[in-house]
């Protein structure tokens, strides 16, 4: 059930893109000070609509899983 949740949770799509952005870049992180600097340049470029829209579809999310009954669910 933990997979089910964490489609309900919208900090995984936050993470998901910061991962992209992070290893799309010219010169990868390699080590633990360069990827905390990578992550943190990315962080401050995701743009606010990304937040704003993941925040706003929960209320999608919930009733999805609601109609399935907790199953899996297209996010």
Not at 13 to 28: H, I
Not at 29 to 54: F, S
Request: hydrophobic share 35%; with cysteine.
């Amino acid at each position: 059930m933990a997979s089910a949740f964490s489609r309900l949770n919208p900090i995984e799509n936050v993470w998901d893109a910061l991962g992209r952005q992070v290893a799309g870049r010219n010169y990868p992180p390699t080590n633990k000070n360069t990827l905390i600097r990578a992550l943190t340049e990315e962080w401050d470029k995701l743009p606010q609509q990304l937040l704003d829209n993941v925040v706003q579809s929960m209320v999608r999310r919930v009733e999805c899983c609601i109609t399935l009954h907790g199953g899996h669910i297209p996010y």
